[in-house]
């Protein structure tokens, strides 16, 4: 009995071993945000938006502080990263219309980025890809929805 359950054991391991390197190597192919992996750096107070998935393409907006119209760079955002500073007013609120107007959506600071908007949602139920025009530095508690 002892001999089959070492062999039961055994062959479970090897099945177990030859199983998980699949996996993992199919998980390192899927991983999202290389671009913006690449791009992340200590947090310095801004916000950043690009035109393109995964921080990529023309940087569209990087600024510090709020900013109630994005002169050129409206309704062309796909990637946007918080590198602002933990504590109060640290998340962004991404506003549809210029002036803070529409639907919006939050990036929280502990979420660094959101490298594709084409899967998210503003509160008035609009697609956040391509559609930010504003934005400004909110409490959590200002958030209706949040980008991911």
């Known amino acids: 009995m002892r001999k089959f359950t070492v062999t039961a054991a055994l062959l479970g391991l090897i099945a177990l071993g030859v199983v998980v390197p699949a996996t993992s190597q199919a998980a390192g192919n ?23 998935l995964d921080c990529s393409g023309a940087q569209l ?9 994005w002169v050129g760079s409206q309704d062309r955002a796909t990637s946007v990263m918080n590198r602002g500073f933990t504590g109060g007013l640290d998340h962004v609120a991404f506003y549809e219309n210029s002036g803070f107007g529409g639907g919006h959506a939050c990036l ?7 490298d594709n908007l084409t899967d998210n949602r503003l509160t008035n139920g609009v697609g956040a890809n391509d559609t930010i025009s ?13 980008l991911t």
């Not at 999202?32 to 801004?46: E, H, I, T, Y």
């Not at 907006?61 to 119209?69: C, K, L, P, V, Y």
């Not at 929280?108 to 959101?114: I, Q, R, V």
């Not at 504003?134 to 949040?146: D, E, T």
């Open 30 to 52: 899927t991983v999202a945000g290389p671009g913006c992996d690449s791009k992340w750096g200590p947090r310095n107070g801004n916000v950043y938006a690009w035109e393109n």
């Open 61 to 69: 907006i990087s600024t510090a502080g709020n900013s109630d119209w």
């Open 108 to 114: 929280a600071p502990g979420e660094l980025y959101a």
């Open 134 to 146: 504003s934005h400004r530095w909110v409490a959590r508690s200002a958030c209706g929805a949040f």
